[in-house]
């Protein structure tokens, strides 16, 4: 299937040996001149807003990459995602990718980077997956600027809101893991120190500004999701937003760069657009609404990925971006890998390079599950099978065949180890996907309808949950979003990427599961409501042996140990 791994290169050996154009040549292979973008080096370049045609929008046809539930390592979505668009560009389609930005608390500790691997890589790798173009930093000072903000108010007395500390939800983000930050105090050591209260940090992808920046259509929608984020409340019971403290002009000051879509290059010279970060299991895990469109303005092509698997991603993707936006997808690609199906069958850890048939066959029914969902989003997906080099002829004949019996394509996806050249059969199967005529979008619930209903459809449809749960908190919660006005916005599940239900042990396709809302929260400027299901981590922590620890930097500035 692929090369073995141990004559096949490093994902950064690969990227370094990359023969890059400088920027300004992939921009003007989109018809976009130099005098239009602004340059952050010789391989990377900021796109202006105004590049956005909403009539090519219309035009272009959008293709979601998503996946079965995955196991810690991924599916490689991304790496699908970047071979996807040089297959397409191989077979003459004007095409590119658009994707997130990768968080360097993944970067350095368990996950890796998020710039494709193998010879499916967006390139200059290096500066992707560490600080890139300045993004994650304008939003993480953006988001502490209102929690300076929201502390000199308290510290005010004359001038003062009267912001009751113990209501106070904001709170500080940085972009790394730091399990330590996760509870804190602040304001000790004097009255001139602040007042104390209890605090914390979130990693910045799981900043409602990341969310934000995201979900906002234009920069006055920007200024005005920033105004609507909630803070806390008065000593009386007021409800006190970031407008009250005047913070969203001069948060949005700082976004004024952020906010613009950033273009790099992939290993075949075929262009990217990287845009925003946040997580898809406690955020909506997409790249922002500006980027998608400024894709599709520029190419008839364009591929993008929702985060984690089909029940987390791809469902936030159509419930919410897509139905806030007006995108609307031609077709749906569904990443699986074999060792993943092992893994779904019963395979321990130390087993899941092995091939087992039965194995597959038991954990295949996670695959049909998830196709299912796509079905109920209104489209039938490709399957594409990222190759492994242990995958049998056996298995991926099987799995070929419980695709084919629920009217769904299943091709081998080889382009970590070939490129492009490894993609044209699933870039052939997806033209002919969106050909066929019978994909057509699908809410899998109206927003109108009440909380605990939307919630209990994506339980039902989504996961296969027979019955919610409300914890007392939770209730307590919902009280509060209902007075606030709120009810009416999407649902944003917060809830473990490790199985279809709220329980990482269950996994396969569990049945006859409940799951339990322990407790809410929403984000008002950005537009969701977030049932938090099970103990999710908004600042996670660092594994025992982080990847920092195998990463080198020469004399020369060569790093080695990236991924």
């Not at 492994?388 to 004949?397: A, Q």
């Not at 033209?431 to 699908?442: P, T, V």
């Not at 899998?444 to 339980?459: C, F, G, N, R, S």
Request: hydrophobic share 40%; aromatic share 6%.
């Amino acid at each position: 299937m692929t090369a073995s791994k141990t004559s096949f290169p490093s994902d950064i050996e690969i990227a370094q040996k990359a023969n890059m154009k400088p920027i300004r040549d992939i921009a003007k292979k989109l018809g976009i001149q130099e005098d239009d973008i602004e340059l952050y080096g010789r391989y990377k370049a900021k796109l202006p807003l105004n590049l956005i045609s909403e009539t090519r929008v219309a035009k272009s046809n959008l293709i979601l990459v998503t996946a079965i539930t995955p196991t810690p390592a991924g599916e490689g979505k991304t790496t699908t995602s970047i071979g996807l668009n040089e297959g397409l560009n191989k077979l003459g389609k004007n095409a590119m990718a658009v994707l997130r930005e990768p968080s360097l608390g993944p970067v350095f500790g368990i996950k890796g980077g998020a710039a494709g691997g193998g010879y499916s890589q967006v390139v200059p790798m290096e500066d992707i997956n560490l600080h890139f173009t300045g993004d994650f930093s304008a939003i993480e000072k953006a988001n502490n600027l209102l929690a300076a903000l929201i502390d000199n108010n308290i510290q005010n007395k004359k001038f003062g809101l009267g912001i009751d500390p113990r209501t106070i939800v904001w709170k500080r983000v940085m972009d790394m893991n730091d399990r330590a930050l996760r509870h804190i105090v602040i304001g000790i050591g004097g009255t001139a120190n602040g007042v104390p209260r209890e605090d914390g940090f979130n990693i910045t992808a799981a900043s409602e500004v990341m969310a934000i920046l995201c979900m906002s259509k234009d920069f006055e929608d920007l200024k005005t999701r920033l105004g609507n984020i909630y803070v806390g409340n008065t000593f009386d019971g007021k409800a006190i937003y970031a407008r009250d403290l005047k913070a969203e002009n001069a948060m949005a000051i700082l976004l004024r760069d952020a906010i613009k879509p950033n273009l790099v290059q992939t290993l075949e010279n075929n262009p990217v657009i990287i845009h925003g970060g946040p997580f898809a299991n406690i955020a909506q895990g997409t790249n922002s609404v500006l980027a998608t469109k400024m894709g599709m303005s520029l190419c008839d092509y364009v591929i993008t990925e929702a985060g984690f698997g089909a029940d987390l991603g791809a469902e936030k993707f159509i419930d919410i971006k897509c139905a806030s936006s007006g995108l609307r997808p031609k077709a749906i690609v569904l990443v699986a890998t074999i060792r993943a199906l092992r893994h779904h069958g019963g395979a321990p850890a130390e087993e899941y390079n092995t091939p087992n048939l039965e194995r597959v066959k038991k954990g295949c029914h996670n695959l049909i599950k998830h196709i299912e969902n796509c079905i109920k989003y209104g489209y039938h997906p490709v399957v594409a099978i990222n190759a492994f080099p242990n995958d049998s002829e056996d298995e991926v004949r099987f799995i070929q065949e419980q695709c084919a019996a629920v009217h769904c394509k299943a091709v081998l996806a080889q382009g970590f180890a070939n490129g492009g050249s490894g993609m044209t059969d699933l870039a052939e199967a997806v033209l002919a996907e969106i050909g066929s005529g019978r994909n057509a979008y699908r809410q899998i619930y109206d927003w109108d309808l009440p909380v605990k209903e939307k919630i209990a459809t994506i339980a039902r449809e989504i996961y296969g949950a027979v019955d919610v749960e409300y914890s007392a908190e939770a209730l307590a919660g919902l009280r509060k979003i209902e007075r606030l006005g709120l009810d009416k916005l999407p649902i944003c599940m917060a809830k473990t990427q490790k199985s279809l239900s709220d329980d990482e042990k269950k996994i396969g396709r569990p049945e006859g599961f409940s799951i339990t809302v322990r407790d809410f929260e929403f984000a008002a400027g950005a537009g969701f409501i977030i049932p938090i299901l099970g103990q999710m981590m908004r600042m996670p922590g660092l594994p025992n042996v982080p990847a920092s620890e195998g990463m080198t930097i020469d004399k020369n500035g060569v790093i080695s140990g990236l991924s």
